[in-house]
């Protein structure tokens, strides 16, 4: 099944891309408490990080 490029491309310029370095040691850490300790941040300031990942469909 084809990408819906529409999709895409709304959901690329959406994105900071700036964000996925805190997906990143979220995934590594496995834990928003561990990700946020190892970023230096508050585990809601963490968690708002990654809330702004999301993607509005």
């Keep these: 099944m084809p990408l819906q490029t529409g999709l ?3 959901a690329m310029k959406t994105v900071d ?3 996925l370095g805190a997906l990143d040691v979220l995934l590594a850490e496995r834990s ?3 990700a946020a300790r ?3 941040l508050s585990p809601s300031a963490m968690s708002r990080t990654l809330a702004r990942l999301t993607i509005p469909l």
Excluded: A
Aim: glycine content about 16%; proline content about 0%.
């Design 8 to 10: 895409y491309d709304t």
């Design 38 to 40: 190892r970023l230096g």
């Design 17 to 19: 891309l700036n964000l």
């Design 32 to 34: 928003v408490t561990g």
